[in-house]
């Protein structure tokens, strides 16, 4: 934290912008839920806060978020050693994920949505089943696959064609539990008929495993579209956070 971030008047200010924010945002998942016909109970809203310091985990807190999403390992196993005093926070890793960071993730993360090839979810339940034995958590790593709209392997995401295999690899795997799916439309398209698509896999999936209720789609940007199609949770920074430094990641 810097000296001038941490001085009282600029947290105090930083808390009143970020309960605007907060109500602001809230009304309008509000408002897209009516517009769809939709329950607002249905879709929750996932503030991500990559970039931002601790300190604005803390005031959300205080403001009944118990939910945030991070999405580079370092940054967030950080923060996770920084605020083990909030007790109630729940941890969801939403950035794309090496293999070599299984082990730390698979201590503090509550959920991971970007499971998307076989070797991960695998590498992933093992190091699950050891942080569940050593009692660095206490139940199963909840998965969201991700899925690729637009085969850009560099993206992230598993293609279309191999989800209903990971899916019955995440399903039987032990210490792992099959959530739903996540996605991201590619930045160039209109979302509206990626958003269908992604709902089209998502119903397919839930044929043959009726627990993987949650979808996963809508950002800043296109939280309107996404619940359109079913999302049942938006993950977003910028229109909460403002602005991140860098954009990347
Ligand atoms: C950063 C990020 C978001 C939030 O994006 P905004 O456009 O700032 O709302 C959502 N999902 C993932 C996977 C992200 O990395």
């Not at 083990?84 to 994920?97: D, T, Y």
């Not at 695998?122 to 660095?136: E, F, P, R, S, V």
Request: with cysteine; aromatic share 4%.
């Amino acid at each position: 934290m810097t000296a001038e971030s941490g001085t009282a008047a600029a947290q105090s200010t930083r808390a009143a912008d970020l309960s605007r924010a907060l109500a602001d945002l809230s009304a309008r998942i509000d408002a897209a839920c009516r517009a769809a016909g939709r329950d607002p109970g249905g879709v929750r809203l996932l503030p991500v806060t990559k970039f931002f310091p601790a300190s604005d985990i803390e005031i959300l807190y205080r403001l009944g978020r118990r939910d945030f999403g991070e999405s580079r390992e370092q940054e967030a196993a950080a923060k996770v050693a920084s605020l083990g005093h909030l007790s109630q926070i729940r941890w969801h890793m939403i950035g794309r994920l090496q293999r070599n960071k299984a082990k730390s993730v698979a201590r503090w993360a509550h959920t991971v949505y970007s499971v998307d090839s076989d070797r991960l979810a695998t590498t992933l339940d093992a190091a699950a089943g050891l942080a569940l034995q050593a009692g660095q958590r206490e139940a199963p790593l909840r998965v969201l696959l991700q899925v690729s709209l637009d085969s850009d392997p560099s993206r992230g995401g598993v293609a279309p064609a191999d989800l209903p295999a990971l899916a019955d690899l995440v399903a039987r795997a032990e210490n792992l539990q099959l959530a739903g799916l996540m996605a991201i439309p590619p930045l160039d398209r209109d979302p509206e008929p990626e958003f269908a698509r992604l709902a089209d896999l998502h119903a397919d999936l839930l044929t043959r495993h009726a627990e993987a209720t949650e979808l996963s789609a809508g950002m800043s940007g296109d939280l309107e579209a996404a619940i359109r199609h079913g999302s049942t949770c938006v993950r977003v920074g910028t229109a909460l956070m403002g602005a991140r430094p860098i954009t990347s990641g």
